[in-house]
């Protein structure tokens, strides 16, 4: 494992163990994924890997401890996500390529099983060495896509493993929920 990356992997350990409250753990680990892409970061062939269809997913570190995951994700061009989120504290770095981000807003209670109205609030255009994040339950769901002619790559580190997502649906107003794998 490249040195940058166990260096990140020690200040998120360090920060779970200093402290419990989520917002200053995302502002460190943020802090942190930042520095870590402030360079890019060369990763080998077996974490850079996509399937036929959609975007790579590649286990880079579990903490057996604290639960926490970071994955390298690999966005083939013109490839993306569909609207989602996580149900955890997420950070991402774009480590390679421009990934463009929309981020948006529940306009329900979330009360009716299956539905969920929401609204656009905003697309950024992410390069090379930037780091944001997700916070749940109101600053998580967002669509991730790559719009350019080439592979971007982001490292993305999570609170949790993430075994599964809600996926919605805008224009019918519809939420499922569905199983994550990795590549």
């Known amino acids: 494992m490249k040195e940058e990356l166990s260096n990140h992997i020690e200040r998120v350990k360090n920060t779970l163990s200093e402290c419990s409250d989520e917002r200053y753990i995302v502002n460190r680990v943020t802090e942190s994924t930042a520095s870590l892409v402030s360079k890019p970061l060369a990763l080998p062939p077996e974490n850079l890997k996509i399937p036929d269809e959609g975007y790579g997913r590649n286990l880079l570190y579990q903490d057996p401890d604290h639960g926490f995951v970071v994955?390298?994700?690999?966005?083939?061009?013109?490839?993306?996500?569909?609207?989602h989120d996580h149900g955890t504290w997420g950070v991402v770095g774009v480590n390679q390529g421009t990934l463009d981000v929309t981020n948006y807003s529940r306009e329900d209670e979330g009360n009716?099983?299956?539905?969920?109205?929401?609204?656009?609030?905003?697309?950024?255009?992410?390069?090379?060495?930037?780091?944001?994040?997700?916070?749940?339950?109101?600053?998580?769901?967002?669509?991730?896509?790559?719009?350019?002619t080439e592979r971007a790559v982001s490292i993305h580190t999570y609170g949790e493993a993430i075994n599964n997502y809600n996926i919605f649906d805008l224009e019918e107003g519809t939420m499922e929920n569905l199983e994550v794998s990795y590549t």
């Open 71 to 83: 994955v390298a994700m690999v966005w083939p061009p013109e490839g993306g996500t569909p609207i």
């Open 112 to 148: 009716v099983p299956g539905r969920a109205a929401l609204k656009a609030i905003g697309t950024i255009s992410a390069g090379e060495g930037a780091a944001a994040f997700v916070f749940p339950p109101d600053e998580e769901i967002h669509k991730v896509w790559n719009a350019t």
